[in-house]
């Protein structure tokens, strides 16, 4: 999942984004690291709060527009 490296590109730290999502800072590590896998809903308020399609984030695709 392309979530570290989405938010390091916004400068932004784990804390940063926990607190904005409303998780746990240890959570997005095990995210980052693979440790866990998100599910539906969190992966549609990650790729919301990045503004990124779903499939970017889970590198399915290189394009990271979403479809509307």
Do not use: C, W
């Amino acid at each position: 999942m392309r979530l570290k490296q989405l938010r390091e590109q916004r400068n932004i730290t784990q804390v940063k984004l926990a607190m904005d999502l409303n998780m746990n800072q240890n959570t997005i590590s095990r995210y980052e690291t693979g440790a866990h896998e998100a599910d539906y809903a969190t992966l549609i308020r990650f790729a919301d709060y990045f503004g990124v399609s779903i499939d970017y984030l889970l590198e399915r695709t290189d394009n990271p527009e979403t479809i509307k």
